[in-house]
């Protein structure tokens, strides 16, 4: 059971009153996993510079690097579990009559977790393609003597399925995120630094467009100043506290 925190009357009210709820998660969401974030003093790019490593510039110099850090990470993911911030996530689809769930994450931990819907903006850790042909290659990683993975039907050079910076976002999921901001009655933006864009965009579109804007992280973000709520702490703990308090009141309300 999770202990009881108190949450402000007017989000509470706003919950009970919404009809599309929107969440949107970055890398803070799955610290509580034990996976790095990217930014801040344990982030993964206090050791690399991000352009060092997240970009089509940094994969053409030194693909084996890149792929050394990628399958560093693949091995950290599959060894981690979903915390009860994913898993409150998860059952908040069922709670309301429409929820959106957008993650810049690429661990999957959210679909691991329960979650059916899941728009992923910057591509997923377990996909990889091949750059000549384009097939999907599943499962790869850099070899035990540190070669880089080669399509088996081309011989091409593969890379992961993700978003490098300087790169679009995949159409589909872009719009439908876009969208679902536009229509968002609580606009959730949790364990971002909100920072990069384009997906930093995506609370203030859903601000501008009349939505509850509420941040859960364990610091102020660029992004606080807009919030009509700042909770401030670790989203492993205050997602299951808000859900349970949430559930509470719709029950009641639909009783
Ligand atoms: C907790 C917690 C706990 C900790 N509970 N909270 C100048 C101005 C504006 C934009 C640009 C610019 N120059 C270039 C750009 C564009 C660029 C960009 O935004 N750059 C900025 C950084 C300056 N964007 C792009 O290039 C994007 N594409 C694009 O714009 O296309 C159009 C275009 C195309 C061609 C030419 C020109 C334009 C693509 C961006 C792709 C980002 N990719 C990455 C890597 C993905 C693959 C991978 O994972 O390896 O995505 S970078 C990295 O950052 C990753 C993340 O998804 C993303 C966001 O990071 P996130 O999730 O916010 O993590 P952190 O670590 O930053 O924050 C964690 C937060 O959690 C912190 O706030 C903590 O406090 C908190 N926290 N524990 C709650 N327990
Ligand atoms: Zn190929």
Same mark, same amino acid.
């Given at each position: 059971m999770t202990p009881a925190m108190p949450f402000p009357e007017t989000l509470l009210e706003a919950l009970t009153r919404a009809r599309h709820v929107v969440a949107f998660t970055g890398a803070g969401i799955s610290a509580e996993s034990g996976v790095p974030t990217?930014?801040?003093?344990?982030?993964?790019w206090s050791k690399f510079k991000p352009e060092e490593l997240a970009s089509m510039d940094a994969f053409v110099r030194n693909p084996a690097l890149v792929w050394e850090w990628y399958t560093h990470r693949k091995t950290i993911i599959a060894a981690v579990q979903p915390n009860q911030g994913h898993i409150a996530l998860a059952r908040m689809e069922r709670l309301f009559p429409r929820f959106t769930l957008i993650t810049q994450?690429?661990?999957?931990l959210h679909r691991r977790a329960g979650s059916t819907r899941v728009h992923e903006?910057? @591509?997923?850790?377990?996909r990889s393609y091949c750059m000549t042909c384009g097939r999907p290659c599943p499962d790869v990683s850099l070899s035990g003597q540190g070669q880089i993975p080669r399509c088996q039907a081309c011989g091409g050079i593969i890379r992961p399925d993700v978003v490098w910076f300087g790169e679009m976002l995949p159409e589909d999921e872009w719009n439908a995120s876009a969208a679902a901001a536009a229509a968002a009655d609580v606009f959730f933006s949790i @364990?971002?630094?909100?920072?990069?864009y384009p997906a930093a965009s995506l609370p203030l579109m859903a601000k501008r467009s009349g939505a509850y804007l509420v941040e859960v992280n364990t610091e102020p973000t660029p992004l606080s100043g807009q919030a009509d709520e700042c909770l401030l702490g670790p989203s492993g703990s205050i997602l299951p506290s808000l859900y349970e308090a949430v559930a509470t009141r719709r029950h009641k309300v639909n009783d």
């Open positions: 990217f930014r801040g003093p344990e982030g993964i994450n690429i661990d999957n903006l910057h @591509g997923n850790i377990e @364990g971002t630094s909100a920072v990069v």
